[in-house]
Structures are given as structure tokens and as C-alpha cells.
């Protein structure tokens, strides 16, 4: 397990992920990169005895080990309350902050994110996505510079991984109401969906 975890986390994370996994019954799944999430959480239910986490297998390696944490606090909720509080209510705020405490140093983190790390968690009200966080960790990511939404300006026309092509509109809070134009249908994107920009001869 060291070994593959190795592969995706910083090397001071390792022990805490790996103890975490065991302690809680916990199944890690290391999924295909998704447009509209970077991890999830899922309880013990029907056939599944145990409580399974998956992560996107395209994050850099502090990406993924925060994107771990939210998870990992969603289980804790979970074992304390079930289904009875809301999945990024208070209960799941401070837990997530309370777990996030202790990695916010640069034993996990290069210095250059923590000022971003600390801001976030110490919003009255922390969000399920951050656009900021996001920004601060992408200077990390290997390969090409990915575009997100967030990144183009209102009324440009883009393309999302399955091929539907949008004109981006206005902003609701962490989402935009975007027209898809076979359709004319509106839809909300994340902002933090990959998009691909389209110039007018590929529209």
C-alpha cells in the first residue's frame, strides 16, 4: 500500500492516510479524473461492508492529500451522525477543519500554499470547493496547464469533456449559468470544470 500511496501523496502524509484506511475499514479508490468532483465518500451500504473514499488520479500530490482529508471528514461525520446532518453542514465543517489543523504546517504543505490553506479554514463558513484553493495548488500540477471555468471570461463559447458546447453566463456562487447551444438549454457548471475555449471556426 506504501508503495502506490507513494505515488500521490507528500511522503510525511503517508502514515496518517495509510493508519486512517485501516482504522476505519476503509476502501481508497484512485479513480479517472472527473469533471464535476475530485473525491467523494461513500458509507457502508448493501454489498459494501466498509467505507470507501475515491480520489481523481490527475491531482498533485498536495491536491490529493487535501481532497483525502474532506473525504476522510465526511466518514468521521458520518460514524458520529449517519444520515441525520447535512453532507457539508456544520458538523462536516469543523471536522474538516479540525483534521485539516494538523497538516497545515510545511511538514505536508510547501510554505507558498499556506497562506491560502489557512485563509480557507478560517472562514465562518468553510465551502465544499474552493476556487482560490484550486488556484493556489494548480502552480503544482505536472503536464499542461489545465483551463477551468472560472478562467474565461462571461459569454465565451466552450466545450466541456463529453463534448457539449456552452456560452458561459453569469456567475451563482460556485457555479455558472451557461447556455448549451445545440439545446439552448441552461445549465449550472462548476466553475471549476475543465473546459476547452472554442474559437469561432470551432463552434
Not at 48 to 59: D, T
Not at 95 to 123: C, G, H, I, T, V
Request: one cysteine or more; aromatic letters at 14%.
Amino acid at each position: 500500500m506504501r508503495e502506490t500511496l507513494a505515488k500521490y501523496l507528500p511522503e510525511n502524509s503517508i502514515d496518517f492516510v495509510m493508519d486512517f484506511i485501516v482504522n476505519n475499514n476503509t476502501q481508497l479508490n484512485i479513480k479517472y479524473n472527473r469533471i464535476t468532483k475530485y473525491g467523494d465518500y461513500r458509507p457502508p451500504q448493501g454489498k459494501y461492508a466498509y467505507h470507501r473514499i475515491s480520489i481523481n488520479y490527475g491531482l498533485n500530490q498536495y491536491h490529493f492529500f487535501l481532497t483525502f482529508l474532506h473525504e476522510a471528514a465526511h466518514l468521521i461525520i458520518w460514524n458520529k451522525y449517519k444520515n441525520t446532518v447535512s453532507s457539508h453542514g456544520i458538523e462536516w465543517q469543523e471536522e474538516y477543519r479540525k483534521l485539516a489543523r494538523n497538516f497545515l504546517n510545511e511538514n505536508y504543505f510547501p510554505k507558498d500554499l499556506l497562506p491560502a490553506l489557512k485563509e480557507y479554514f478560517s472562514q465562518r463558513k468553510i465551502k465544499a470547493s474552493s476556487s482560490s484553493i484550486v488556484s493556489a495548488m494548480r502552480k503544482y500540477d505536472t503536464g499542461k496547464q489545465k483551463l477551468l471555468l472560472d478562467d474565461i471570461p462571461e459569454n465565451s463559447v466552450f466545450r466541456i469533456h463529453n463534448g457539449m458546447t456552452f456560452k458561459k453566463g453569469k456567475k451563482l456562487r460556485t457555479r455558472y449559468l451557461c447556455q448549451e447551444l445545440h439545446s439552448g438549454r441552461q445549465y449550472r457548471v462548476s466553475g471549476l470544470a475543465e473546459v476547452k475555449l472554442l474559437q469561432e471556426h470551432e463552434r
